[in-house]
């Protein structure tokens, strides 16, 4: 194994180490809630704070100090909303600080704002927010990345409110047509839109299915459990396979603070003091709930 290859692969932490870290993201994310002036679109970065813990502490192949390595994994936020529970699990991957996060956080010309610029913000892959964008930008670097004889991921994270927009099922027949192997989108399933609970407004189910017949290899877990996100992602296909990959993570937003969870008022919002203090009690209680 080459170096450059080595500082990608890196040593991974076990599941009770990525759960400790899923639930370090979820307080983070808490405490600059409390204490950026804004709404913070929390409800979303706490149902995807599992999957990113998992992603950038295990299954993506990056390394902080070489962001432009060829051979890196490249990650695509779709769901551009939840860009600062992004940057706070780059962050404890060690891409950046999260006291600058906390300090400069939606503020003008921030590095980090309510959605993800890669002019502003070096490691980042791709400029999202406009929903349904990621996925067909997604697709181009994994084509790119075949006709160069690459062996790169690419990996999209994308929220299912936004799999009601065609582009992504443009998206989906074309990475099909091109035996796009090595491209893999993770479906933050919370069955949540803005202001509505998914089936109320579009008629997602049977959701699994749809993928099926665009050509996609379907895997379906709970969002939630970090010993099913490590088995998902221990059992891709090599890169060099004919069929993308669709991990489709049944979720819930809000996830881990009890009166946010399923709450169409926590779709954005901030919190005060008393608020901060409500929440980081039920973080802990659910924890250790989950943990008996």
Known sequence: MSDDVGRLEGERPSVPELEDLAFELRSKLLHLCGT??????????????????????????????????????????????????????????????YDGIVETYGKLDSAYGMHPCKVQLPGVEASTGSLGHGLPLAVGMALSARHRGESHR????????????????????????????????FVDRNRQLMTSHAEERIAFEPYPDKWRAFGWDVVEIDGHDMASLVAAIDALPATDSDRPTVVICETVKGKGVDFMERNLAWHAGSLGAADLERALAALEASREKESV
């Open 36 to 97: 950026y002036e804004g709404a913070v679109h929390i409800g979303g970065d706490l149902s995807a704070a599992d999957i990113f813990t998992a992603l950038f502490h295990y299954g993506l192949r990056v390394d902080p100090d070489d962001i432009s390595n060829p051979r890196r994994d490249r990650f695509l936020l779709s769901k551009g909303h939840a860009a600062v529970c992004m940057y706070i699990a780059m962050s404890m991957r060690g891409f950046f600080s």
């Open 154 to 185: 690419v990996v999209c994270l994308l929220g299912d409110g936004e799999t009601g927009e065609g582009s992504v099922w443009e998206a989906a027949m074309a990475a099909r047509s091109n035996h796009l192997g090595n491209l893999v989108a």
